[in-house]
Every structure is written in structure tokens, then in C-alpha cells.
């Protein structure tokens, strides 16, 4: 095919004819690929993140025990990020019924925070996070969504392009892989009347998984766009004891990688699970690349994230990874070195789930980064 290609491009620049006098001039390539090369070019940049999690998307900030501080956006420049993704929960600020108004105070509380990272020249995505009513109707929630993205697409679309919007995170129950697509269809529609400069990040049904990217419809035409997934795996030892868990995650003392010096005995209800007990016999058996707590496993997943990336030409991003508190230090940092080395590896920007709550990377309490997280995310070069 590129010798072909040559061929024509020489036989042109040499004025020859190389179609027919009655056939249509070729369509232009130079639109699509450049369009394709914005979309990566911004993927690029959004390097290392940090997820600025369990603030602006609790039912109001501070109810789970974080507010966002002026400060914050400095130590994460400084550290060496270049971008914070903020998760929001705007249905829980905005009118509910049409126009369904965002309520003006919550607005400029994301101005803020947009003004901070912009300062500190963080690149900030803005995401919609945790519209749980959606989930349970998504039909009778599609026309609140739109309304919503169209105030928020008015209100940002003269701010640099280093602001990204993130249409949803991680559809799930009834909002199926097929509603999701006619409802990001939707979306992308009503806000790129609005805007078509910020760059769309969009992950698939299923939690944005990578089996979900494989569900993901992207809108028709849609070039500015990246593919967003999220990855705990293997859960049962990044959510060990998680309270939101549920009961097959109540198991602590999972070091990673496995198997574990001393075998891990599930707790009664995790036993009760078909493939959690599976799960455990191999984490406590199986020695290398066919542990399912393995370095193996995770660089298997994010090839395949990688290959449709590939045949879909949309550039990726690894959207929230981490490891939770209840798990040991060591294995924390062992895992999250990991997972972002096989991203890196693979060219796939990423953002750390999260800054400075039940994940954190940062200790607010005693107001220092937690070392060996920063270490395995920012090693020295
Ligand atoms: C959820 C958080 C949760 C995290 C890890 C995020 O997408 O919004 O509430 O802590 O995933 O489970």
C-alpha cells in the first residue's frame, strides 16, 4: 500500500494524470489525520495526573472529608504532574427540572478550580461523577444530562484547550453499553454546537473497563476525542476491605504480587462466591505469569487496551488506578509502580486514583506525600 502511495505521489509531483478525467478528486486525508494527531497530541499531554477524588463529587464537598485547597494545585505542579482530573458530581447542583439551571455558586467553585490548575499549568479534566440516578432511569435522566453538559460547554468553551471534558464516568447498570453510546451520541451532538475545541474523553459501559472500550460507539465524525479506562485489578487486593466493596471484598492482608508468603484465607462471605474462591486458589498457588496477582496480567490487559486502540486510531487514557489504603504499603507501591510502568511502556497517559483521601498519595493530615506512592509514580529519572 506505501509503495503504491509513493508511486502516485511521484507520478503527480511529475504532472502526471493518475485518475481518470471523469472521476471525483480524491478526498482530502489531511483533515482526518491532523484531526487524529490533535486528539493524540492532546492525549499526550495529559502525561501524569492525579485524581483530585472525593471532594467536588460527594453529595456536597467536605462530606467525605476533603475539601479542595488553593495549595493543592502547587505541591501537584511541583511534584512533577501535569494534570488533575476533577470528578464532579453535577446532578447534585443543578435544577431538576428543565432548564435544569446549574446552581450559580457550584459553578464558580469549578471556575476556581479550573483557575488553580490552569495557574499552575496543570491541564484539568472535568468529568460528570457519580449521576447515580442514571444508572437506575437512564431514559428519564438523558434530557437533565444533556442540559447539563450544554451549561458546562457554554461556560468553558473560551478557556484553553488544556481543559477537557469528560462526558461521564464509568456507565453502569441500566445505563447499558447501548444506551450509553445513544446517550454520549446525543451528548456529543448538543455540546459540539457549542464547542468543538475541548478535547472529549470518553470511556465505555461496563465501569470503563477495557472489555467496555470494546462496547464504546464513538460518535460519527468525532475526531477530537480520547478513550478513557480505568483500572483495580485484581480488585480483591486493590479494595480489600473497601467499605463500598461488598462482601466478597472483605478479605484483608492481599500482598501483591502473589502468591503470598503465607496463604490468605477468604473470609466466610468471599467464599460464598464462585469465582472469588477460583480467584484464590490461584493468588495462593499459582507462581508467576499465571498468578492472577501479577505484573503478567496487568501488561496482558493494557495490551489489549492497546490494540483496539490501534485498529480504532483513538489515542488512550488511563482515566483512575490505585490501590486502597487497607492493603500494605509496600504492596501499594509495588502494584502502582507497575501499573504505571506497563502504561508508560505502552505510551498510555495516566491519572493516579487519587490525591488525598482513602488512596491518597498525599497525607493531609500530616501534610507530606506519601513517599513510596510519590516514588512509584514519579520515580527518578
Ligand atoms: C469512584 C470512587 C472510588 C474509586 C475506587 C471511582 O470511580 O468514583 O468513589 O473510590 O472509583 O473504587
Partial sequence: MRKLAVLMLVLSLLGCRVIGE????????ALPTEVGTLAEARAQRL????????????????????VIEAPFFELISDAGFDTVRVPIRWSAHAETQPPYTVEPGFFERVDWVIDQSLAQD???VINMHHYDEIFVSPDEHAGRFVAIWEQIARRYRDRPDRVYFEPLNEPHDMLDAGKWNALLSRTVTALRQIDQAHTLIVGGGGWNSIAGLKT????EGEMNVIATFHYYEPYLFTHQGAEWGGPEVGTLGLTWPGPPQEKVEPVPDAKKVEWVRTWFLRYNQNRGADNPASPEQIARAFDEALSWSHQRGIPLWLGEFGAYSTADMDSRARWTATVREVAEARGIPWAYWEFGAGFGVYDRTLGAWRVPLLDALMPAE
Avoid: F, K, Q, S
Fill in 216 to 219: 464504546l460507539a464513538i460518535p
Fill in 47 to 66: 502525561g501524569r495526573g492525579v485524581n483530585l477524588g472525593n471532594a467536588l463529587e460527594a453529595p456536597a464537598e467536605g462530606e467525605w472529608g476533603m
Fill in 122 to 124: 496543570l491541564n484539568v
Fill in 22 to 29: 471523469d472521476e471525483p478528486p480524491p478526498v482530502p486525508t
